[in-house]
């Protein structure tokens, strides 16, 4: 296991052999899936504003027009709502789109078309129609990305039978879902947070699958179960290396997939620890973290044996001056504090030293975009 | 007028009366409450759907709204199928999920309804889009009211297609109502032709619902569509006799009066061509079409309801 900052994440869990040592970009590997897939398939093809230009959004759809021609990488008229539903009517007619935008926040311009369209179509129509759709988008965190540019509003659709929701963490599972996602035939909102997007990974060259509906153990421990959404598995572990330092063992969980849930490995795990520490990247109310707890919770075998609690976003619209915005975000120290806290109520009030906690992917961003 | 072939006359006629009766047996039996979801009555716009669905190959594709029987009908859905989806039974078109207002036929490309207004729209051009990437020699006809071109997604959908060229066929049924609010109170102005035109497609407009110059114009259109010109769109103005939702009229509601639908009614396409047509053809096409009626009706009353794990079934494909 490696550590995040060691610029190579910590998936998979074994370090592969041979020729699987190769290393990937985050979105090299978003990159690679599509590219592989439009390949083998060509009902697949991309559209959205900007996948085309020279930003190729941040790289993730870089050299595709060229290889695969105008007709299958596409620029779109800013017209979110009409082109969701394009997408749909298209995937509903056999082929595969993958729509992406450049922000999470957009998709509220989509809502009508993937809740009411996308989500209900297999169903509203008795099965006679499938929508095979992936929408990409990215959701954010710092440099002052404020209000509309920094929101995660994954819980949004995983409230809604009939979509998929996936937050990759890693390279390596950004590759296999994405890949998963172009082939299932139901819709998935697929979940990019920016700062992952230049973290390294071991990702296979070849083609694969990233099951939807596995969490995976990212790093074993006996005190406490930590589970991080999206980038927040990376966070969890730094998190994890500073408890070690007071003497508590932290269980890294990744949920990968959001809508199907991995339910029994979160609770297998929680009930063995005995305590469950939710971290998304996102609002708690009626968020992925209240599901994940309820369900825990919910669970027969779990019961009230398991004590419970949630990190997220500050109750409150991002900021964008840097002085308010370090206190919206879970960190590696307020989730090594809480989780302290649970372990050992009694213990003197602990925070990690924040420099310390801070990861490889904040200090390197900058701006603008 | 030129006379019209009594062959085209016959067809366009059996597909009007059907529409017509199947719908007027529906508010019969609605009262009845086997039918427990709302339904939305064509009953005096049939002509539009009829019209448009003649000038199409059976390879066409058709979006339709929620209130949909005409177009479902008039593209060749089936009858039993969709009176049995509005009993709620398994043998519906949607296996009961979604009655009346999600009317959809695989086989006669009948692609779906939406209950949101103007939902549909951009569902429609992207079957455009795929069948242009699919090389495929199909056009699509999207069915939308004066409502939906209200909407934001309407002048999206328009854009884009007509950015692409892509084979769809706009046609407005414009029955004056969204609901019970009348044109005068959402519209700026009616000059709706204009507005699409300057998307750069071509415009026709049928100020009086006749289904021959619908058939007509959606002919014509249709043949430039597949040669490659382009979206083009089409203005039906109709008249809806009954009430928004239900199976009555509410000329008494207070919001039109019947004055109003008078003119409409004296020029129903259903008994205009009628008229036209020889007493024993008409008497055999009406016997036809009742003794159909009649059969789809048993076939929904005798049909078994979904089985109780069907609630769960097709939340996700595969």
């Known amino acids: ?369 | 007028m030129a006379a019209h072939d009594p062959r085209l006359v016959r067809t366009l006629y059996r597909s009007l009366r059907l529409i017509r009766r199947a719908e007027e047996r529906l508010a019969e039996i609605y009262p009845s409450d086997k039918i427990k979801s709302p339904v939305h009555l064509s009953i005096g716009q049939e002509a539009a759907s009829v019209g448009v669905c003649d000038a199409l190959e059976p390879d066409d594709v058709v979006s339709a709204t929620y209130r949909g029987h005409a177009a479902y009908l008039a593209k060749g859905g089936s009858l039993p199928a969709m009176i049995a989806e509005m009993y709620g039974k398994a043998t519906g078109c949607a296996a009961g999920k979604g009655g009346s207002m999600h009317l959809v036929s695989a086989e006669r490309h009948v692609i779906g309804a939406s209950a949101v207004v103007g939902t549909n729209i951009p569902i429609a051009v992207g079957h455009a889009l795929a069948f242009r990437r699919q090389g495929r020699d199909r056009v699509v006809v999207c069915f939308f009211g004066d409502g939906a071109t209200e909407e934001g997604v309407f002048y999206e959908s328009l854009n884009f297609a007509a950015l692409h060229r892509l084979p769809v066929l706009f046609v407005c049924e414009n029955n004056h109502y969204a609901i019970h609010e009348p044109l005068a109170k959402r519209w700026a102005t009616d000059r709706l032709g204009e507005r699409v035109a300057t998307y750069g497609m071509k415009t026709h407009l049928v100020p009086d619902a006749d289904v021959f110059a619908i058939r007509d114009g959606a002919a014509a259109a249709i043949a430039r569509m597949r040669a490659g010109g382009g979206p083009e769109f089409m203005e039906c103005r109709v008249y809806r006799w009954r009430e928004h939702v239900g199976p009555n009229e509410d000329y008494d509601a207070g919001y039109r009066s019947r004055d109003e639908a008078v003119p409409w009614m004296d020029g129903d396409q259903v008994a205009r061509l009628a008229a036209m047509l020889e007493a024993d053809v008409r008497a055999a096409v009406d016997a036809e079409v009742e003794a159909e009626i009649d059969a789809a009706v048993a076939f929904a009353e005798t049909s078994p309801p979904p089985a109780p794990d069907a609630l769960f079934a097709h939340v996700f494909a595969g």
């Open chain 1, 1 to 369: 296991m490696s550590s995040p900052d060691s610029g190579v994440a910590s998936a998979p869990s074994t370090a592969p052999a041979g020729e699987d040592r190769r290393v990937l970009s985050y979105v090299d590997a978003l990159r690679e899936a599509v590219a592989q897939e439009m390949e083998r398939d060509a009902s697949v093809f991309v559209m959205g504003l900007d996948v085309d230009d020279h930003k190729a959004i941040q790289g993730s759809t870089r050299g595709l027009v060229e290889r695969f021609g105008p007709d299958r990488v596409f620029t779109t008229p800013l017209s979110e709502d009409a082109m969701t539903g394009v997408a749909i009517g298209a995937a509903m007619a056999g082929m595969r789109p993958i729509h992406v935008h450049i922000r999470n926040d957009f998709l509220m311009l989509c809502m009508n078309q993937l809740v009411n369209m996308a989500a209900k179509s297999h169903y509203m129509y008795g099965g006679a129609v499938t929508v095979p759709l992936v929408v990409r988008s990215m959701i954010g965190k710092s440099w002052g990305q404020g209000a509309q540019h920094s929101q995660a509003l994954h819980a949004m659709f995983m409230h809604v039978p009939g979509l998929k929701v996936v937050a990759p963490s890693n390279a390596h599972d950004a590759k296999g879902c994405l890949i998963a996602a172009i082939r299932d035939d139901n819709p998935v909102i697929f979940v990019e947070h920016r700062l992952l997007y230049f973290s390294d990974a071991y990702v296979p060259a070849e083609p694969f699958v990233t099951e939807f509906g596995r969490a995976a153990v990212r790093a074993p421990g006996d005190d406490i179960t930590l589970v991080g959404v999206s980038n927040m598995v990376m966070e969890c572990l730094r998190a994890r290396e500073l408890l070690a330092e007071v003497g508590v063992s932290a269980e890294v969980v990744d949920p990968i997939s959001l809508m199907p849930l991995d339910t029994d490995t979160i609770a297998a795990s929680a009930r063995r620890t005995g305590r469950l520490l939710v971290v998304d990247n996102a609002w708690t109310t009626c968020g992925a973290s209240a599901e994940i707890i309820a369900r825990v919770v919910e669970d027969p075998g779990t019961g009230g044996t398991v004590a419970v609690r949630r990190l997220g976003f500050a109750p409150t619209t991002c900021p964008t001056t840097p002085w308010l915005e370090q206190g919206f975000y879970p960190n590696p120290a307020t989730i090594a504090a809480s989780a302290r806290r649970m372990v050992d109520p009694s213990a003197a009030p602990w925070e990690p030293d924040p420099e310390k906690a801070q990861l490889a992917y904040q200090k390197q961003f900058r701006g603008p975009f």
